[in-house]
């Protein structure tokens, strides 16, 4: 069965909706990207409208700005440090919008989506 963006089929009561028509492809739901940190691995994709979404499977390189100096060079990612979207995904080691990894420059927080945009930024805190 297809994973779709639709609505729940229930009501927080527990009553079923009316369905007023079948799934249809323009909503087709994909399983999520996971990145995490090793060997770089991308992937394109068509999306809807004959579009295209670079996914990122997994890097050890990261783009980091210094806000003070507004400069960017690419780093090497030392170690994983956490990830406040989700206790699973911290356990799990995840790299989302929002994570924060250690590089050879310091602490830095990921501001890029890498599962939707195929690249790792991120600024330095």
């Not at 739901?29 to 999306?47: C, H």
């Not at 003070?68 to 030392?78: A, G, N």
């Amino acid at each position: 069965m297809a994973r779709d963006t639709d609505r729940s089929k229930r009501k927080y009561t527990g009553k079923k909706y009316k369905r007023f028509h079948k799934k249809r492809k323009k909503d087709l739901e994909r399983p999520p990207i996971e990145t995490k940190i090793g060997v770089e691995r991308k992937k394109s994709q068509r999306t809807w409208g004959a579009n295209h979404k670079l996914k990122l499977f997994s890097s050890n390189h990261i783009n980091v700005t210094d806000p003070s100096t507004h400069k960017t060079q690419k780093v090497k990612i030392l170690d994983f440090e956490e990830n406040k979207a989700t206790k699973d995904l911290n356990r799990r080691h995840i790299l989302t919008k929002g994570a924060v990894v250690d590089t050879e420059l310091g602490k830095v927080k990921i501001t890029s989506r890498p599962g939707q945009d195929g690249i790792l930024n991120g600024i330095l805190i």
